[in-house]
Every structure is written in structure tokens, then in C-alpha cells.
């Protein structure tokens, strides 16, 4: 009897800190990635050395809130325990790995990884629904550079992006519904501002043709339609912006006052996260809750990320065997700056 084909799903995400001593060198490999900061060495070695000595203080001290560390390695094995049930069926073997951007378990370990388990075929999976030059592409330039250094020969598929992958909008609808219904049955008869927040960009990488405003844009208006909700009813908002430049908006904070001020009950819906992590479980629940319960919002809900949702999971899955049967292989516009917008990259998703 011939071996089951092995089928290697490489999970991507940016990767946190795992300890307090490891903030630091966390930041450092952020800052010094040239997809975030786009300047030659040793230009972008050094300033990423200034910015991180610099941010670490303030990082370190919203990883303290969450016992010292990160969760999103924990969470992500979560999401890959919960694929790789799903898709081990007869006549392949299927296995998960997590290669994260910026901290443990890097993209070479897992490549190698990746080899030594004998993969017949590599399918790339970024936990990032909306493509971004920061995220995404970073992630599949660097794993395809590794995968070329250490020899990783096996045919390789990346899936390029999935805002309005039904599974994906079907789970964050659901959560959104269920949190509107927290909402009304603590604050009958009040209409909540529902925020709909995303982790923001520079202003400077959207007008350079990053596709991600726009995906968030279409994640958002196909939830909004799925719950048949009124413009009136929500906002996109952007959260999380960090340094001098400007960034694109409106900013979460900035909204939630507004809200709060208002006098609205508040639920804020994060789109671009699909597990939790200090954007969520510090940013969101204590910083923006205090500033909406400082500003006299009369409630203040935190819809949890999609995580393990069985609608989410199987949307996965189901971008797995789009990949394995269509053997697309990763088209040089997706995953490279010249992806423009949303219907290159859905365009390049389908193949053509
Ligand atoms: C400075 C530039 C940054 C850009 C551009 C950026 C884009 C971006 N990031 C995520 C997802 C995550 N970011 C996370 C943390 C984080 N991000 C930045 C900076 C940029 N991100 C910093 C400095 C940090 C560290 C925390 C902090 O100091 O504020 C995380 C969480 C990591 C964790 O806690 O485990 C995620 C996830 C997306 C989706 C994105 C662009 C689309
Ligand atoms: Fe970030
Ligand atoms: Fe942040």
C-alpha cells in the first residue's frame, strides 16, 4: 500500500512575546521588518534598536496585565488542533505548524520543520483574513525565502486573503448577534453603537495600494448585511496605532468616546483578529472599556474574536481544499506589493 500523501498547513501569525525579557527583541524583529519600517540598512537595524528600547517599557507593561506573556501561541495552537481534526480523513496526512513573523516559533524552525516531516505538499495559510503588505506579505516573502535557503522543494500553495469567506462571516455575525443580545437585555429599548474595530495601518501603505482597508470594508459590509443592519446602527473604527505618522481612521478610541458621550450602550466587534491577544484582552477590555465607562457609556460589550468557532474552522478548511484542488501556487502579485486592491487579490486567489 503506497503512504497517504502528507499535506503540511503552515498556520501564519505575527507572534507575541512569551516572557517579559522577550518584549524587547519582540519589537526589535517588528520594527526591524521592511515591510513596517521601508528604509535600507543599517538605517532600519538602528532605528529599530531606538524604537524598541523605547516602546519597551509601555509593551512590557501591557504584557504584565496578561501574566507575563502573550496568549497568542497558545490560541493559535487552539485553531490549528481544531484544522487538523477536521481534516484528517482517509488517504492523506494532514499536520498544522505555526510559523509566527516575529517570535517563537519562528519561520526557519517551522520550515524545517516543515522538511524533516517529509510534506508532499504545503499549503500557506495566513490568520490574517485581510491581505496587508505588513502582515501577510511579510509573512509568505519571508517564508518563501527560508523555504528556498534550507532546500523545502515540496509544491507550496498560499491563500492569499478571505474577507467574506462565508464560514468567516457567518461565525463573526453570529457573535455579533449574540452580543447584541447581551446588549438589549441589559439595556432594553436603547440602539448600541456597534464598532466594528480593526487593527490600523499608516495612512502613507493604504494610499501606496494596500488592499486591507478595503477588505476590512467587505468583511464588514457582508456581516452588516448578514444581520441586516443599518448604516446607522455601525461604524468601522481602527485601533492600535503606533508612532508618529498618521494613520488611517477614524480611530477606535476616538469613536468609542464619541459613543459614550452620547450616552449609547457600546459593543465593539474585532474583525481583523481571529484570536485573542493584548490588542483584544488589554487594549479593548481595559483601556477602551475605561475610557467608554470614564465617558459615561452606560455599557461597554467586547465581542470575542472567532478563535475555534466551528463556522470559522470549517471556512478554513474549506480554503484548504480550494487550494489543494486548484494547486494554485502563490502568484507574484499576491503576497507582493503589487497587489492593489481586493479583486487583484480575490483574481489571484482564483488563479487566473
Ligand atoms: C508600527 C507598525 C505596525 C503595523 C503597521 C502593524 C500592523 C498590523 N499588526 C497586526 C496584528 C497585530 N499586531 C500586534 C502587536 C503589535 N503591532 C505593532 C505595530 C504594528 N502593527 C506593535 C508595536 C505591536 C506590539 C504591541 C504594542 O507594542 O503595541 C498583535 C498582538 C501581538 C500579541 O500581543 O501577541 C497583533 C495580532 C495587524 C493585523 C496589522 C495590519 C493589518
Ligand atoms: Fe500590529
Ligand atoms: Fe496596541
Redesign the pocket.
Known sequence: MPAPRRIAIVLF????PDSLTAVQPF?FN??NDRS?INLPQPFRWLLAKLISSR?TP??SH?YQQMGGR?P?LPNTEAQAAALEALLTTGGIEVRCFIAMRYWHPFTEATARDVKAWGADEVILLPL?P?F?T??TASSLRVWHATARQIGLTAPQHAVCCYPDEPGFVSALSEITRQAMGQAQAAAPGETPAIIFSA?G??KK?VDAGDP?VAQVEATVAAVAQELALTPAQYQIAYQ?R??PLEWVGPATDNVITAAAKAGKPIIVVPV??VSE???TLVELDIEYRHLAESNGAPLYLRAPTVATHPAFIAGLVRLVQDALAKGQALQPGCGRMACKGQSQCAMTKAGA
Open positions: 501569525n505575527l507572534g507575541g519589537l517588528l520594527f513596517i516602546r509601555v509593551a501591557v502573550s497568542i490574517y485581510q496587508s505588513t502582515t487593527h495601518l499608516p501603505i486591507y492600535s503606533v508612532g481583523a483578529f491577544h493584548s490588542e
